[in-house]
């Protein structure tokens, strides 16, 4: 099981996200303040 994590490197608000949310966090940025969003804000954790 793999799951994604999104920290905002802005507000440092951790959110787990589905393939959906990352795609869309990418576009729109963080869904707490709007900051801008990269690939290196995404942490992969395999359990
Ligand atoms: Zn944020």
Known sequence: MTTVHFTCTDCAQTIEVNDAM???ILETGCPVC??????EDFAVTCE
């Open 22 to 24: 990352r795609e869309t």
């Open 34 to 39: 709007t900051a801008a969003a990269t690939e």
